[in-house]
């Protein structure tokens, strides 16, 4: 079992929807957790963290579940800027040096 | 802040050839940088973790040998993919985190990436 799991998708959505994607994880000791959105053939770009309390900014809200191991992207009023790939990260508590295991992506397309 | 800058953006060379990569943190000191690897369709994975002044920390099925990283200050770090060949072609992605603690809840600023083709 991979230690991130995100579905890939694609996700086909139309503009103004609202879509959301799941990443779990394996490690029930994991510390940190992070959404990132990497468009085709660029670096990753931190979205955001995402907090045990669960937080909003602007149209993207995350959460936490740690009973169930798995966060969460909420994307509200997709805009045709928010295709790209989403990438779940989570830190392990057992690495000393904070590592980034990375899930594979769920890649976004947004529609006109 | 937190800017992340890599060099080059783009190489493409023959088999055998040496290539140095420079990730440079503009704005920030980095005490430890990361070098990842992405091939097309998959996710970023973890090569080596790199420390200011020390050796670096290579992830298991990662040749130290082959990719030789150098992390001489506080700013920047090389990873240098030595006598590559075509298998070595990818997209080759440095980042670093201005801070971290002890609970590593700092987010990691990646740099431009290197797209690197092996002829």
């Known amino acids: 079992r991979k230690e991130v799991e995100q579905d890939p998708g694609p996700f086909n959505v139309p503009e103004g929807a609202t879509v959301a994607f799941n990443c779990t994880y394996s490690?029930?000791?994991?510390?940190?957790f992070f959404w990132y959105r990497q468009d085709c053939r660029k670096e990753p770009k931190l979205l955001m963290s995402?907090?045990?309390s669960g937080n909003e900014d602007g149209r993207f809200t995350a959460q936490l579940n740690r009973a169930s191991q798995y966060i969460s992207l909420l994307i509200r009023d997709s805009k045709l800027s928010d295709s790209a790939t989403y990438l779940c990260?989570?830190?392990?508590?057992?690495?000393?040096?904070?590592?980034?295991?990375f899930g594979t992506g769920t890649r976004l397309k947004v529609l006109a | 802040g937190a800017v992340v800058s890599q060099h080059p953006s783009r190489v493409i060379c023959k088999s055998g050839t040496s290539v140095k990569i420079e990730c440079r943190s503009l704005?920030?000191?980095?005490?430890?940088m990361f070098w990842y690897r992405q091939f097309p369709k998959q996710s970023l994975m973890l090569m080596a973790t790199?420390?200011?002044?020390?050796?670096?920390?290579?992830e298991q099925g990662v040749e130290k040998d082959k990719f030789l990283i150098n992390h001489a200050s506080l700013t920047l770090s090389t990873l240098t993919v030595t006598s590559a060949h075509p298998e070595d072609s990818s997209f080759y992605i440095c980042?670093?985190?201005?801070?971290?603690?002890?609970?590593?809840?700092?987010?990691?600023?990646f740099g431009d990436g290197t797209r690197l083709s092996i002829l």
């Open positions: 704005d920030f000191q980095a005490t430890t």
């Open positions: 990260v989570v830190t392990p508590v057992y690495s000393g040096t904070y590592k980034y295991i």
């Open positions: 490690n029930s000791a994991s510390q940190s």
């Open positions: 790199s420390n200011e002044g020390s050796k670096a920390t290579y």
């Open positions: 980042s670093a985190s201005d801070g971290g603690g002890a609970q590593g809840n700092q987010p990691q600023h």
């Open positions: 995402v907090y045990s």
